[in-house]
């Protein structure tokens, strides 16, 4: 089973709710309010983070849940904010919002993060909500409900340099001579199921290699796992095409994987790549060799034998690869596309929608939501608060146009209330 991808349910804490307080102190018999505010709920966060490397924890782990913040108290005493959670997954996670189908980041460097669920507000003290008229409000603000979000990962490995090839060619022998990876190895194809990272670590300049789990003939299509094994193929610099010699026909299995490349992104045919021609301890691989280097000669291609089982010439490839990859980095970066003017729009928290149904109506938009979910239904006061505040932001008055009459229901968020005509 694959690690490299995943899906979870992430929600921000609940805010905490505000009090209902009133100064009692001996000699100030009519003490204001004092109700303190709630706490706001703490907000998920994916990190990158180099000690990771797989997805493993996520599928695990499906709710992702953030701490509520406290209650308010008496005496103005604010409630404590919600512990954030912090979710760490490798360098290279892709975070999508999955009922938007949206990329909401792209963590390619360690220590990026992007939040995926916002903490809810707390609610206010009935301090807040004394005026000329009403000096000792018997209501305060419940917290605002946390965020939640249904959230795709997908990992696309950051390496330097990549290793690609048919199954059993020796990618994950390569990856084990040059580097302290230690790959499955077997002498069957698809030993590797996940892609491996390894350091190599060659006269004080090292650079990461990938090894890409094999590819064969239908992989753009999805065939044996094909979309899950080139995904990670897409950030690498420089390609380490390792080739079985001893195969019986090696240029057909390397016109095979490069065709693959191709049709899954046309942008990686023109990827600088290394041709290894491995297996050299084996005869048959040793007849083939002088043909394979005069045809890979005439392509202009770097093309260095191998034997990754023995190690013979595993050092001299790492120095080619390297020499690939420095030139690649010294190349300038393609010029910036021209960004576009900003489009000014209204907030989406100003905008609502007041839609019939079949028996009342139905009232949506984040500021109206909110304004409902953070109010105590069961308190009269709190209700005639909140009818004021839709009245001020036409709600009331969409209400009316719509055809609503008194005692129908109005249905905002998850809460129904009877409408004031």
């Known amino acids: ?4 991808a995943a899906r979870a349910i992430a929600r921000g804490g609940d805010g905490g709710a505000g009090a209902i307080s009133f100064r009692r102190e001996k000699f100030v018999p009519e003490g204001g309010p004092d109700g303190g505010d709630g706490g706001r709920g703490g907000s998920v966060f994916i990190v990158a983070d180099r000690s990771a490397s797989t997805l493993r924890s996520l599928q695990r782990k499906r ?19 919600g ?3 912090r979710v760490v997954v490798p360098t290279g996670t892709m975070v999508y919002d999955e009922a938007a189908g949206t990329l909401l980041a792209d963590l390619t ?3 990026q993060d992007v939040m995926v669920a916002r903490g809810g507000r707390g609610g206010l003290g009935n301090r807040h909500f004394a005026t000329s008229t009403n000096q000792a409000p018997r ?3 419940k917290g605002e409900p946390g965020e939640e979000r249904r959230i795709r990962l997908e990992l696309k490995l950051v390496a330097d340099v990549g290793i690609v090839g048919l199954p059993n060619a020796g990618k994950s022998t390569l990856l084990a001579a040059l580097t302290r990876a230690r790959p499955a190895i077997a002498d069957y194809p698809f030993t590797t199921l996940e892609p491996n990272l390894g350091v190599v670590d060659l006269d004080d300049d090292p650079f ?3 090894d890409i789990p094999g590819l064969i003939e239908g992989a753009h299509r999805g065939i044996g796992l094909g979309h899950s094994f080139l995904r990670h193929v897409e950030r690498a610099r420089v390609f380490v095409h390792v080739l079985d010699a001893s195969a019986e026909d090696p240029l057909a299995a390397y016109a095979t994987i490069e065709n693959e490349l191709a049709l899954y992104d046309v942008d990686l045919r023109d990827r600088p790549r290394v041709v290894a021609l491995n297996k050299i301890d084996l005869p048959e691989a040793v007849t083939a060799l002088a043909s394979l280097q005069a045809h890979f000669a005439m392509e202009g291609l770097p093309c260095i034998a191998i034997s990754a089982a023995t190690g013979e010439n595993c050092v001299a490839l790492a120095r080619e690869a390297r020499r690939v990859l420095r030139a690649e980095q010294a190349k ?7 960004e576009e003017l900003p489009v000014l729009r209204p907030r989406a928290d100003e905008t609502f929608t007041v839609k019939a149904e079949k028996d009342g109506y139905r009232v949506s938009g984040r500021r109206v939501e909110r304004a409902v979910a953070m109010t105590d239904l069961a308190n009269e006061e709190a209700v005639d608060f909140l009818w004021r505040v839709l009245g001020r932001t036409g709600v009331t008055a969409a209400l009316e146009r719509a055809g609503a009459t008194a005692g129908v229901s109005i249905r905002v968020g998850s809460d129904e209330l009877p409408y004031r005509g």
């Open 109 to 111: 460097l360690p220590g």
């Open 332 to 338: 300038p970066p393609p010029p910036l596309a021209t």
């Open 63 to 81: 709710h992702l849940t953030a701490a509520s913040g406290g209650r308010g108290a008496k005496a103005e005493r604010h409630g404590a904010r």
């Open 208 to 210: 990461v290699l990938a």
């Open 1 to 4: 089973m694959a690690f490299d």
């Open 83 to 85: 512990a954030d959670l």
């Open 139 to 141: 209501h305060a603000q």
